[in-house]
């Protein structure tokens, strides 16, 4: 990612979160937050999300031979940290 595209991602996360909040995981380290981007990832960061749709489609080809052509994908889990 750009600098740019890394302002855009943290600026989109700090939204997320002022409207649906973050998980706090406390350590004795002092812990972070995570804020699930989940279904906001495509609404929010369109580009972002098939930018990772492709590099999975890639892997997918070079890794398997393209074993999930044609086949739904979603995305499940998109975490900020």
Known sequence: LTDAEIDEL???A???EA????VQRPTRGGG???VYLNAELGRRL???RERVFAAASEADQEL???ILEGKAVN???AEYH
């Open 14 to 16: 700090t939204a997320v």
């Open 46 to 48: 369109p580009w972002l």
């Open 32 to 34: 972070w937050s995570t």
């Open 75 to 77: 995305l499940r889990c």
């Open 10 to 12: 943290t600026a989109t």
């Open 64 to 66: 398997w031979g393209g």
């Open 19 to 22: 409207d649906v909040g973050a």
